[in-house]
């Protein structure tokens, strides 16, 4: 597998270009074709190598477990969904490449796949965040029920009392900052701050970061065709 075509259906899918300015999606360690000394990569105008890859481990997250996980699993590529800040210099003999607010923002993307996964149809969408319109309201309670499938340590905030729903917003990820701005009924993201709870006009809930995004490796899998050469990291939240 040469690891720039593959990135290729990455960034066809999930624009390198719209990602938030941020943001540091793209490659974070590209090891240069062995062959070549003076390497410049492609993003300098430099020569393209091919260089192929056996296996590539997809994560949420980076971390020294993950690092250990695709070693010991022979894989020599990691495709996460979180970028990284900093790279350790022992994690620089492995490929990493992620793709983060681009793949939150593309159609079918980590928000569009949480929906997916609920059972629900998304209706509209505004940038980061997606709109599901019901056509007939739920209770608050059918609304956790469904949301406990995929995190069963949930936490909601009802200030208002309400007890039906019948539009939903959703942001994977950390979302607070869109909650005012979203008309909807209810709000489901993760990472909910203590004042932004108490000023919610909506039922929201915080499903968790982690959990928010778990489907994004197996999205990154999906969409670059890689089957049994790809194995979806084993992951979980850092919170007991």
């Avoid at 980590?110 to 996964?117: F, V, Y």
């Avoid at 149809?121 to 599901?132: A, D, G, L, N, W």
Wanted: proline content about 5%.
């Amino acid at each position: 597998m040469n690891k720039y075509e593959i990135v290729r259906k990455i960034e066809e899918y999930a624009p390198l270009e719209t990602q938030e300015s941020w943001d540091c999606s793209g490659w974070e360690v590209d090891i240069p074709h062995p062959e070549i000394k003076d390497f410049d990569p492609p993003s300098r105008g430099g020569y393209l190598p091919v260089h192929e890859i056996n296996k590539i481990l997809f994560a949420l997250t980076v971390t020294d477990k993950i690092i250990e996980q695709a070693r010991e699993k022979g894989c020599d590529m990691i495709i996460s969904h979180h970028p990284l800040f900093y790279v350790p210099l022992n994690w620089k003999d492995i490929n990493i490449y992620s793709a983060h607010t681009n793949l939150d923002k593309t159609e079918g993307g980590t928000t569009d796949r949480l929906i997916k996964e609920l059972g629900f149809i998304k209706t509209e969408s505004y940038e980061f965040v997606r709109i599901v319109r019901l056509e007939n309201p739920i209770t608050v309670e059918e609304l956790r029920q469904r949301l406990l499938k995929i995190s069963p340590k949930l936490r909601y905030i009802n200030n208002y009392d309400k007890e039906k729903i019948q539009s939903i917003g959703f942001c994977a990820g950390s979302g607070s900052e869109f909650i005012s701005e979203t008309d909807t009924d209810a709000f489901v993201t993760g990472d909910l701050k203590f004042h932004n709870a108490l000023d919610c006009r909506q039922v929201v809930f915080d499903i968790g970061h982690f959990e928010s995004e778990i489907f994004a490796p197996q999205i990154l899998k999906e969409i670059t065709g890689v089957g049994e050469k790809g194995v979806i990291a084993d992951e979980k939240s850092p919170f007991i």
